[in-house]
């Protein structure tokens, strides 16, 4: 089992940035591969970044790409989401996933964080 907890989420007004941080514990060797998802109110989940175990490897969301960057912190095991030039539309609760492959899809995931609020206002 994979346990994971995340963190930064809040209030921001839109142009600010954030960073969320995502700590796992347990068994990490068997799901190395990290996202990110979020899900807003009336909203189905969406892939919103990924990274591969050594970070070699990241994807990202046509929606975030240039404003959004995640990184890895493998002695820490922790997974960072830095948002800049917050929008908006991404208003948001976001989820940490681990799994075996960094893939934009969240059926390849295979633990799931409770989820950070992430609030934009105007």
């Known amino acids: 089992q994979v346990q994971l907890v995340e963190s930064g989420g809040g209030l921001v007004q839109a142009g600010d940035s954030l960073r969320l941080s995502c700590a796992a514990s347990g068994r990490t060797f068997s799901a190395p591969a990290m996202g990110w998802f979020r899900q807003a109110p009336g909203k189905e989940r969406e892939f919103v970044a990924a990274i591969s175990f050594y970070g070699d490897r990241t994807y990202y969301a046509d929606s975030v790409k240039g404003r959004f960057t995640i990184s890895r912190d493998n002695a820490k095991n922790t997974v960072y989401l830095q948002m800049n030039s917050l929008k908006l539309e991404d208003t948001a609760v976001y989820y940490c996933?681990?799994?075996?492959?960094?893939?934009?899809?969240?059926?390849?995931?295979?633990?799931w964080g409770q989820g950070t609020q992430v609030t934009v206002s105007s």
């Open positions: 996933a681990a799994g075996r492959l960094s893939t934009y899809s969240a059926n390849a995931y295979n633990y």
